[in-house]
């Protein structure tokens, strides 16, 4: 998701934050931890059923968790936010009573939990779920109307939380490794589009029931609800693991526009699969699905609301004429499919391991498509939207996400590190291999930054230190007397020595700053001085 741009247009190895934290509660913890009534059991299966109420607002519905038990312990935790409600929960048949601790419900299990055992719960519930205000950055469900006064309705909830409208434990870093079942239940003259494939679909007078399977782990938030007077059609890609479905589904009086316009995602597939690597979840297929909203990057059920128009709802948020060569929400909540649903953060303090890299990808796929140059002239643009406000890294456990600019940063970040590999056959092959070591994983921040440091073989432990847990820009403060060059590193944190390339009379010269003075020789007298702008550092000339 690209919370970002709503803005736009309007102590880790020595490093400390002076940067003042909200004062944190205790709810902050029961969402943002891993509680010992969490911690003792993972899900494996969620079937989610629903009804969906469009002149209500309302919804009505039951979470069957299958889990296996780590430790023998009977408390459960499980999230859901008000004013919807638990009705009854049973275990075996039997009732299961609670307390509740504002959204956090803790369960007493009647059962003995043994350790090794599989087990299920089924939690039934009800209510009128917290409507969107500003979707996707404001969660919750959105009620609207096509032009023919149909229901438009669809669930965007991923930074307030699944729980906003159905019962889970809600952690980023729990996946059921086995996927969920998703049954919604629609008035007769509508369809819901979910995660996954379409298993069947059960009709009564009155209503349908749309029942959809993932069968990979699926995040969280990425468990989507879209409902409308769809019409569909797909196209078989010819991708790196064979055949993938590619479906599409718009309201029907934007049938035309869209299929045009969705010709950019076979595109995007092409180009993100040579990237970053197979897409990761081919036995899910891969959907396109209109929203009344931006659009969201929900695994494996990708929406869409961006008008039908390259940029961002008609805008290059680079300023460069790039941004304009492609639809953003095509390409950037696609992008998600590798990083935040293949790879997802354990927590979301370190959530621009999804924003950074699929902001990244936006420039990668007009690498592909229309070069280099291309590609660094927008990302370099997009340093325009960063403020510098807060450390990208956020507070962990207590569901406290960095900066915004966990995005355009995030993105300058990996193409500075792009520049010191200085080789793109070696820089494709880690991003590839990311999504191959870390494959349906959630991961830590300190996982992504160890593997790229070893598979690069550049020590980039103070380079991440710098950009991902301070706000410092570096400088490099320089000098200029005949041949002579004088240069140093300032604004770092401890240990910091990247290299740069410097232009020095329009040759490219690699220069090896420290905190220390450092004097380079040049054959000719020095004309002209700069920092290549592919680098992500400022640069002062102190004459």
């Known amino acids: 998701m690209f919370k970002k741009l709503l803005f736009i247009s309007i102590c880790f190895l020595g490093v400390t934050s002076v940067f003042p934290q909200k004062k944190f509660t205790r709810a902050d913890t029961l969402i943002g931890s891993i509680t010992p009534e969490r911690a003792w059991w993972d899900v494996t299966h969620y079937h989610l059923k629903v009804k969906v109420n469009p002149s209500e607002k309302t919804i009505e519905g039951s979470n069957t968790i299958s889990y296996k038990v780590l430790e023998p312990k009977e408390v459960m935790q499980i999230d859901?936010?008000?004013?919807?409600?638990?009705?009854?929960?049973?275990?075996?048949?039997?009732?299961?009573?609670?307390?509740?601790?504002?959204?956090a419900h803790f369960l007493k299990l009647q059962k003995k939990q043994k350790k090794g055992k599989e087990e299920k719960i089924t939690i039934y519930f009800s209510g009128k779920p917290i409507e969107a205000k500003r979707p996707p950055w404001d969660g919750g469900f959105?009620?609207?109307?096509?032009?023919?006064?149909?229901?438009?309705?669809?669930?965007?909830?991923?930074?307030?939380?699944?729980?906003?409208?159905?019962?889970?434990?809600?952690?980023?870093?729990?996946?059921p490794d086995n996927g969920v079942t998703i049954s919604v239940t629609t008035p007769k003259d509508l369809m819901d589009i979910s995660n996954g494939r379409l298993i069947k679909v059960i009709e009564t007078d009155t209503t349908k029931t749309w029942v959809w399977q993932v069968v990979n782990p699926i995040n969280a938030y990425g468990v989507d609800i879209n409902i409308g007077d769809y019409v569909h059609w797909g196209e078989k890609y010819k991708g790196e693991k064979g055949p993938l479905d590619m479906d599409y589904y718009v309201l029907r009086e934007n049938e035309a526009k869209?299929?045009?316009?969705?010709?950019?995602?076979?595109?995007?597939?092409?180009?993100?699969?040579?990237?970053?690597?197979?897409y990761p979840f081919y036995e899910d297929g891969y959907k396109l699905v209109e929203a009344p909203y931006l659009g969201?990057?929900?695994?494996?059920?990708?929406?869409?609301?961006?008008?039908?128009?390259?940029?961002?709802?008609?805008?290059?948020?680079?300023?460069?004429?790039?941004?304009?060569?492609?639809?953003?929400?095509?390409?950037?909540?696609?992008?998600?499919?590798?990083?935040?649903?293949?790879?997802?953060?354990?927590?979301?303090?370190?959530?621009?391991?999804?924003?950074?890299?699929?902001?990244?990808?936006?420039?990668?796929?007009?690498?592909?498509?229309?070069?280099?140059?291309?590609?660094?002239?927008?990302?370099?643009?997009?340093?325009?939207?960063?403020?510098?406000d807060r450390p990208i890294i956020g507070v962990y456990n207590v569901d406290n996400s960095g900066s915004g600019d966990m995005y355009y940063k995030g993105a300058n970040i990996l193409h500075t590190v792009r520049q010191l590999i200085e080789n793109d056959e070696k820089w494709r092959s880690i991003l590839r291999g990311l999504n191959k070591q870390f494959y349906h994983q959630t991961v830590t921040s300190r996982q992504i930054e160890e593997y790229i440091s070893k598979e690069s073989g550049i020590d980039l432990t103070a380079f991440w230190n710098q950009y991902l847990r301070t706000t410092k820009i570096p400088k490099v403060e320089y000098s200029i007397?005949?041949?002579?060059?004088?240069?140093?590193?300032?604004?770092?944190?401890?240990n910091f020595d990247v290299p740069v390339i410097a232009i020095v009379n329009d040759k490219e010269e690699w220069i090896f700053p420290t905190s220390e003075w450092k004097t380079k020789t040049f054959a000719q007298p020095i004309e002209t001085f700069q920092i290549k702008k592919d680098f992500y550092v400022n640069s002062e000339n102190l004459k």
């Open 80 to 103: 859901l936010q008000a004013p919807m409600k638990i009705d009854k929960i049973l275990q075996d048949g039997k009732e299961i009573f609670y307390t509740s601790e504002g959204n």
């Open 142 to 175: 959105t009620w609207t109307k096509d032009s023919n006064g149909k229901p438009f309705i669809a669930t965007s909830n991923q930074g307030i939380g699944s729980s906003v409208w159905w019962p889970l434990k809600d952690h980023p870093s729990e996946e």
């Open 296 to 388: 969201m990057e929900h695994q494996s059920s990708v929406t869409y609301g961006n008008n039908f128009e390259n940029g961002y709802l008609g805008r290059d948020l680079s300023g460069t004429g790039w941004g304009l060569k492609f639809d953003f929400i095509i390409i950037h909540e696609s992008g998600h499919e590798w990083f935040a649903n293949n790879i997802t953060n354990k927590d979301v303090a370190d959530m621009w391991i999804h924003e950074g890299f699929t902001a990244y990808s936006e420039n990668l796929y007009l690498d592909y498509f229309f070069g280099k140059i291309a590609s660094s002239e927008y990302v370099l643009g997009t340093r325009n939207n960063i403020s510098n």
């Open 481 to 494: 007397k005949g041949n002579d060059l004088k240069f140093r590193y300032a604004n770092t944190v401890e």
């Open 258 to 278: 869209a299929k045009e316009q969705f010709k950019q995602a076979p595109m995007m597939m092409e180009a993100f699969e040579h990237w970053f690597g197979p």
